[in-house]
C-alpha cells in the first residue's frame, strides 16, 4: 500500500512559478513510475507527466513541455512538478499518482494508487 500527499499548490499570477511536491510512504516508492495529472472544473482527467522508477526517463504532455518539469528523490520518496510560465488554462487540481511498474506510464487507469489532489489556480 502507498499514500500519496501533495503539497505546494495555491494562487499565482499568469507567468509565475509553483513547485508541487508528492510525499509516498512506503519502503518501495523507487520501484514505482510515478505520474502527475491534472482535472479542470467540468472536465476530465487530463495527464501532465511521467517518470520512471529510476527518474532517467520522463514524458510530458505536449500543453506543458517546455514549462513544467518533472523530477524525483528516491532518498526522500518524493516527486516534484515544477510549473514555470503559468497560464490561466493550468488551473487546476494536481493529482500525483504510482504505478506498480518502472517505465513511464501515461494512462490514468494504469496507476494504483493516488493522492487527494492539491488546488492550483492561475489568475490573469
Known amino acids: 500500500q502507498v499514500q500519496l500527499v501533495e503539497s505546494g499548490g495555491g494562487l499565482v499570477q499568469a507567468g509565475g512559478s509553483l513547485r508541487l511536491s508528492c510525499a509516498a510512504s512506503?519502503?518501495?516508492?523507487?520501484?514505482?513510475?510515478m505520474g502527475w495529472f491534472r482535472q479542470a472544473p467540468g472536465k476530465e482527467r487530463e495527464f501532465v507527466a511521467t517518470?520512471?522508477?529510476?527518474?532517467?526517463?520522463?514524458y510530458s504532455a505536449d500543453s506543458v513541455k517546455g514549462r513544467f518539469t518533472i523530477s524525483r528523490d528516491n532518498a526522500k520518496n518524493t516527486v516534484y512538478l515544477q510549473m514555470n510560465s503559468l497560464r490561466p488554462e493550468d488551473t487546476a487540481v494536481y493529482y500525483c499518482?504510482?504505478?506498480?511498474?518502472?517505465?513511464?506510464?501515461?494512462?490514468?487507469?494504469?496507476?494504483?494508487?493516488w493522492g487527494q489532489g492539491t488546488q492550483v489556480t492561475v489568475s490573469s
Open positions: 517518470i520512471s522508477w529510476s527518474g532517467t526517463d520522463t
Open positions: 499518482a504510482a504505478a506498480t511498474t518502472r517505465g513511464l506510464v501515461l494512462g490514468p487507469r494504469s496507476y494504483n494508487y
Open positions: 512506503g519502503r518501495t516508492f523507487s520501484s514505482y513510475a
